[in-house]
């Protein structure tokens, strides 16, 4: 067993994960990422993509037999389905994550999203409120490169401007408009990843129209932007390397994550501090997991409640693909 040192241990290279690393790494801090995928070059991707015939959001990207992870097609051949109705979250696993594959929605939630329960009698009031997150809304958009109107924030209070300009509408967005002005409705751009002029070394949007499943230019945000800054800034990544036990010491500090490689070879991480950061539904699979004599229930589960309430987002979507 190979055992790795830094002062901080990341699982996962996902958009959670990343910005962290990049802050941290940008200090001097000595930072160790693990992630179950692999780099990808988005050219092949893309080429995957082209010839693959089935579609769907993971089509472009390589499902390795080590790493597994729920399908568009058939979630179940990963998730054992106990409740009456099917969870069909996806995701995958690659260097930077699922935001590959991300629609690009970069919407903010609204005051009254925070105080559901006070306002209109519903659900439970967030313990913090917007105010407190606008900076952070901010800074994430800075670094996404979020393109918007300022016309249209959609009942979310600004400090400062989109970090750039609205995506010029597409012909469809026109088609659409010139539809609903009859029966007294209209359309406005969304908030969006995707540059609509150059940005952060990135080319802006020339409307490819495949968002999902992968922006062929790189003009939208996935998490391997960050990823590979955070690299550059001295951040250690380790490949193909699926985290499978959290080390729980008799003080019940975390004494390191166990890891292993395609091969089957197991190796150690050991950090000053740890961060979990491998997706909703990976998370606290891992925490569970990871029971043993210091953590009977796994890891930070003295409630009870880690894995338990997962809600997923409710959208629809309407794709068009040219045969």
Not at 89 to 103: F, K
Not at 105 to 116: K, N, V, Y
Not at 154 to 182: C, F, H, K, N
Request: proline share 9%; with cysteine; glycine share 10%.
């Amino acid at each position: 067993m190979t055992i790795y040192n830094a002062d901080v241990v990341i699982i996962g290279t996902g958009i959670a994960g990343n910005h962290i690393a990049f802050k941290l790494a940008g200090q001097g801090v000595n930072v160790l990422m693990l992630e179950a995928g692999q780099r990808i070059s988005r050219g092949d991707a893309v080429e995957h993509f082209v010839r693959n015939t089935e579609k769907g959001p993971n089509s472009p990207y390589p499902t390795p037999d080590y790493a597994p992870f729920p399908q568009d097609s058939n979630t179940s051949t990963y998730y054992i389905q106990a409740g009456p109705d099917e969870f069909k979250g996806s995701y995958t696993r690659i260097l930077g994550g699922t935001t590959w594959h991300w629609t690009g929605f970069a919407d903010r939630l609204r005051p009254a999203d925070f105080r559901m329960h006070s306002n209109y009698g519903v659900a439970t009031d967030w313990p913090i409120d917007y105010d407190l997150l606008e900076p952070y809304y901010r800074e994430a958009e800075h670094m996404w490169g979020v393109a918007g109107d300022p016309e249209h924030t959609w009942g979310a209070p600004r400090q400062t401007p989109y970090p750039l300009p609205p995506v010029p509408p597409s012909y469809m967005d026109q088609v659409i408009s010139q539809v609903l002005e009859p029966l007294g409705l209209s359309s406005a751009p969304f908030s969006h990843a995707r540059n609509s002029v150059p940005f952060d070394d990135r080319p802006p949007c020339c409307g490819n129209n495949t968002c999902v499943p992968i922006c062929p230019i790189g003009a939208k945000y996935d998490g391997s932007v960050h990823t590979l800054k955070a690299e550059k800034l001295g951040a250690h990544i380790i490949e193909k390397a699926l985290a499978y036990q959290i080390d729980v010491a008799a003080d019940k500090t975390i004494s390191g994550i166990r890891f292993k490689h395609p091969d089957g070879s197991t190796h150690q991480a050991r950090g000053r501090y740890y961060v979990v950061a491998c997706h909703a539904v990976e998370n606290p699979r891992l925490l569970l997991l990871s029971r043993g004599e210091h953590s009977p229930q796994g890891v930070a589960n003295s409630s009870g409640l880690v894995g338990r309430y997962l809600v997923s987002q409710y959208n629809q979507n309407a794709l068009g693909i040219t045969a």
